[in-house]
């Protein structure tokens, strides 16, 4: 019998350069159910790599609620996500 293990993904231990954030959002966004939870959940780990405070001060959006919006669980407005988008520099087009 052969036994596997499987470890749970986290993208925090992939991202290690601004090359690695643009390519996982866009693999969010080809994969993302239809319903924003993927793409919200990759811009909570691109924003967790970066610095959420430091991001949460250019968007103009509180910490706690960033982490709340971008948890892949949250329901930010379109607003809170191009916000976001701003303020990490990130091209919304793919």
Known sequence: MITVHLTKFNMMDHLNSEEDCRLALQAAYEEDPGDGSLICATLGDIA???GMSNLAKKAGVSRENLYRALSGKGNPEFATVLKVLKALKL????
């Open 48 to 50: 967790r790599f970066r």
């Open 91 to 94: 091209d919304p087009v793919f």
